[in-house]
């Protein structure tokens, strides 16, 4: 039996529960085309796959879907802190100085009331910031674009309260600052309905991580080694 034999008689093999309609379609133009198979233009196939994908999995409430956000945020080792829309400037205070930073990247667009702890250095987002410069900068304060309960996702699409990709990139610390529940959905398909595709968009995980083939986690390689989320309610 010759190699061309035994490749053949595995793809019959495997075509062997497919109807008759579909195994011609798959055996080329020459034998049938689409639109021998189905007026439409569609091979039959097509047609028996059913591409009703779950939008969302599982029903919850607006507080279990947030509860499922910080649950997941926790488990990509970030640091979740919760808070109301007052006491956010407060919680921002003492997060940067339990880490001890001096100067603080914000974005154009960040609320100034966020930021009023003294002794704060404020570095403003600049398109002439080098790489070694934002790299001086002991944490960044940002916003967020949207949040993906299901998979402990931030979204940041470069909207004034988040800046450049980069400058969430380069420094060692990022806080992110989510509204919840008007920020957060329960799925990546929710989440694609409120992005715009050509917005520079930045999907964050847990901080910056990476394993070698020991499997041993080194964090911070490719952006913060630290990511603290702040879910503020009401506001």
Same mark, same amino acid.
């Given at each position: ?5 035994? #490749?053949?008689?595995?793809?019959? @093999? ?14 080329? %133009?020459?034998?049938?085309? =689409? ?10 196939? &097509? ?6 994908? /779950?939008?969302?999995?599982? +029903?919850?409430? $607006?507080?279990?879907?947030? &509860? ?9 080792? !970030?640091?979740?802190? @919760?808070? !109301?829309? &007052?006491?956010? %400037? ?5 997060? /940067? ?10 974005? =154009? ?5 966020? /930021? $009023? !702890? +003294? ?11 080098? %790489? ?9 304060? $940002? ?16 909207? *004034?309260?988040?800046? @450049? ?5 380069? %420094? ?8 919840? =529940? ?21 999907? #964050?995980?847990?901080?910056? !991580? ?13 952006? *913060? @080694?630290? /990511? &603290? ?7």
């Amino acid at each position: 039996m010759s190699s061309r034999d035994r #490749i053949l008689g595995r793809v019959r @093999r495997a075509l062997a529960d497919v109807p008759d309609e579909d195994a011609a379609y798959e055996q080329g %133009p020459h034998d049938a085309t =689409p639109c021998e198979q189905d007026p439409d233009g569609d091979p039959a196939y &097509e047609q028996a796959v059913d591409r009703r994908y /779950l939008r969302e999995h599982g +029903a919850r409430t $607006t507080g279990q879907t947030v &509860e499922l956000l910080a649950q997941n945020l926790a488990d990509y080792r !970030a640091l979740v802190h @919760r808070c !109301a829309d &007052e006491e956010l %400037p407060h919680l921002l205070a003492r997060l /940067l100085a339990e880490r001890g930073s001096r100067t603080v990247l914000v974005p =154009p667009g960040l609320p100034p009331h966020w /930021l $009023t !702890a +003294a002794g704060l250095q404020l570095v403003h987002d600049r398109a002439a910031s080098t %790489p070694r410069e934002l790299d001086e900068v002991d944490s960044v304060v $940002t916003g967020c674009a949207v949040a993906v309960a299901e998979t402990g996702t931030l979204v940041l699409d470069g909207s *004034p309260d988040q800046g @450049r990709r980069r400058i969430t990139l380069v %420094p060692d610390h990022h806080i992110c600052v989510v509204r919840v =529940p008007g920020q957060v959905v329960p799925s990546v398909p929710l989440a694609l309905e409120r992005l715009v595709p050509a917005r520079p968009l930045t999907w #964050i995980s847990g901080p910056s !991580a990476t394993s070698d083939i020991e499997l041993d986690r080194v964090e911070g390689v490719h952006g *913060p @080694r630290t /990511l &603290e989320v702040v879910l503020v309610s009401g506001g």
